[in-house]
């Protein structure tokens, strides 16, 4: 049994207010957009630097070199665009080099059959073509107001003083020690020696950082020469000459073929709602299979809606996990994650989500541009005969799920960190606000339960016992308590507008996560 308090209770205060609000899961990331949109940026511009800012600042779940996918919408229009910045196979893939080893399912995020040494998830060979610049870039594209350069101002000033290795950092990064000791220049970022996690004393102030100046570096081309500038030329160059020196295959040819895929939003209906996701290979068309199930059931009651919101999860994640996958047949697309949303005072909204995949992603650093690189690999099933196989120059299966609803008057962005049980998260916020008129505050804080492709349900234990009766009829339930580490249910982060006025939160339990305004005034 956990040792831990039983009178504890942790919130989170929420502000209404008629400027912007930008809600993200690292607090300094979500204070970058909100200055921007104090300048008078759009919500895309601070997208844009939320976006690089909290891939300085927590490195380990996103950054240039993951990609990810958003969701925008433009209060003028009425419009509702999706932009899939997801990541691809490179071309030279081998699916030789990945062979099963016979020793039962992988202990990562997914419930694929083991690769011999982890091939898929860890190292060079786990290493995807990234896509997150290509995304953010077409976004500031076609909507930003503010230049490039200025945009990406903060994350280059965060990465030159050097992220600061606070005790939540210093967990995190003691968790994956082992592994990331195995690759030279990730040690020499992350750990002491070579071996031991960064941190500080237990009682001591924080005061150890990380050396991000290779970073910096590269951040300041980028902001020079736009977004591009990291697909093609020096930083291209460097990518791919680090990644093959280490046993990966992804090349220059890779990264200059890459776009990002850019279009209509796909609308779900739910009852007198309307949402918007990412259609494609990511949990949007997976999410819209939730809703259409929960549609169905009456949901006026927590031991009516609990059950319900268990049995559509269910149901909706077996059919993702047997059926989705890039047959090359599908028109809409071309762990550890984060997430942030964002709502301007003209009502344009983004919701975002950007990630390396598994935590500190395939703990191999590219030496030459300072970047942490992703492990887009294990996204897919190294089984092969099935949609989702791995193969040669193929677009990944991504759990995000960044979605825009609105209801009446209200409008809002959601979406969340936590790789499978972040269908489950988002659904029940959804339902929360729609069924049970909820505010974003009281959505945040509200108990969820997470069923994501596992056996059973796991469950706030701070439902109540009728409740979870009434689960545990339809699957069985594990009961556990919401903590900072680990996290039994997905980290979300979302805003809300009702007529004119804002509101935004994080994830109760997050201690970096935060809600930053823009005060008109």
Request: with cysteine.
């Amino acid at each position: 049994m956990s040792a831990l308090s039983r009178t504890q209770e942790v919130r989170k205060h929420v502000i209404e207010t008629p400027g912007g609000v930008v809600a993200a899961q690292h607090r300094q990331a979500a204070e970058a957009g909100a200055e921007v949109l104090r300048a008078g940026g759009d919500a895309v511009d601070a997208a844009v630097a939320a976006s690089f800012v909290i891939g300085v600042l927590e490195p380990w779940m996103s950054g240039p070199a993951g990609g990810g996918g958003a969701v925008h919408w433009r209060a003028d229009t009425g419009e509702a665009v999706a932009i899939n910045f997801g990541m691809r196979s490179p071309k030279g893939l081998n699916i030789a080099d990945y062979p099963l080893s016979g020793e039962g399912k992988a202990d990562d995020l997914f419930p694929w059959e083991r690769v011999v040494e982890d091939r898929n998830v860890q190292g060079a060979s786990a290493i995807a073509v990234p896509g997150t610049v290509d995304g953010v870039g077409r976004a500031h594209a076609r909507w930003g107001r503010l230049p490039w350069r200025d945009l990406l101002a903060p994350a280059i000033a965060h990465a030159r003083k050097g992220m600061l290795v606070d005790w939540y950092a210093a967990l995190l990064i003691a968790s994956v020690a082992r592994n990331l000791a195995q690759d030279p220049d990730a040690a020499a970022l992350f750990l002491d020696d070579g071996i031991w996690p960064k941190g500080s004393g237990w009682t001591a102030i924080p005061d150890n950082r990380l050396d991000q100046s290779a970073m910096a570096d590269t951040l300041e081309v980028l902001a020079k020469d736009g977004a591009q500038a990291f697909y093609k030329g020096d930083i291209a160059q460097a990518l791919a000459g680090d990644v093959q020196a280490k046993g990966g295959c992804l090349s220059t040819d890779d990264l200059a073929g890459y776009r990002a895929w850019m279009g209509g939003a796909r609308p779900v209906s739910y009852r007198d709602a309307m949402f918007h996701v990412l259609p494609g290979l990511t949990a949007g068309p997976t999410f819209a299979r939730v809703l259409e199930l929960l549609s169905e059931v009456d949901l006026s009651t927590p031991v009516q809606a609990y059950p319900a919101y268990a049995r559509a999860l269910e149901t909706a994640y077996t059919e993702r996990l047997g059926t989705m996958g890039d047959t090359g047949e599908t028109p809409e697309a071309p762990g550890c994650t984060t997430h942030f949303s964002i709502v301007d005072r003209a009502g344009n909204m983004v919701s975002h989500t950007q990630t390396l995949l598994s935590i500190f992603g395939s703990r191999v650093v590219s030496p030459s541009t300072g970047l942490l690189m992703n492990n887009g690999i294990m996204w897919f099933d190294p089984e092969p005969g099935k949609p989702n196989s791995l193969a040669p120059d193929k677009s990944c299966l991504m759990n995000i799920c960044p979605v825009i609803g609105s209801q009446g008057a209200r409008s809002f962005a959601l979406g969340a960190s936590g790789g499978r049980k972040i269908v489950s998260a988002v659904s029940q916020l959804s339902s929360f606000i729609c069924d049970s008129g909820m505010d974003i505050g009281a959505a945040l804080h509200a108990p969820r339960i997470d069923v994501s492709g596992g056996k059973g349900s796991v469950a706030d234990e701070t439902l109540p016992p009728e409740v979870l009766s009434a689960i545990e009829a339809v699957m069985p339930v594990q009961t556990t308590k919401r903590t900072v580490m680990p996290y039994a249910f997905a980290c979300p982060a979302g805003v809300m507008r009702d007529g004119a006025v804002n509101t935004g939160c994080t994830e109760i339990m997050s201690p970096w996560g935060d809600a930053a305004l823009e005060e008109i005034q």
